[in-house]
């Protein structure tokens, strides 16, 4: 079983940048994808990105398409999220999470996901 650990979160104001971390130990973090979800208040939890084990590919959801970028550190066994142009409606508690696998298929389905973190809260205020 492997650990997770988010980190960055926090307030800030719209338009501007957060870089949300995620630190994994206990299982070969390089052999699987990775990905962040987030979950508002009141609502279902949500895909925002995937990256595969050696971050040759990403994808995102359409709502965060261009301003945020997934990216991994292998050696450090860490998962980043870089959050630019943020909005009042991107708040939400941030969770990463490891795939079942090295890479991942077309649709992302957080069954397809063994562990999750215990998340990081991002608040952007208009």
């Known amino acids: 079983q492997v650990q997770l650990v988010e980190s960055g979160g926090g307030l800030v104001q719209a338009g501007g940048s957060l870089r949300l971390s995620c630190a994994a130990s206990g299982r070969t973090f390089s052999n699987y994808a990775m990905a962040w979800f987030r979950q508002a208040s009141g609502k279902e939890r949500r895909f925002v990105a995937v990256i595969n084990w050696g971050g040759s590919r990403t994808d995102y959801a359409d709502s965060v398409k261009g301003r945020f970028t997934i990216s991994r550190d292998n050696a450090k066994n860490t998962v980043y999220l870089q959050m630019n142009s943020l909005k009042p409606e991107d708040t939400a508690l941030y969770y990463c999470?490891?795939?079942?696998?090295?890479?991942?298929?077309?649709?992302?389905?957080?069954?397809?996901?063994?562990?999750w973190g215990q998340g990081t809260q991002v608040t952007v205020s208009s």
């Open positions: 999470a490891v795939h079942k696998r090295a890479t991942y298929g077309d649709t992302i389905r957080p069954t397809d996901f063994g562990s």
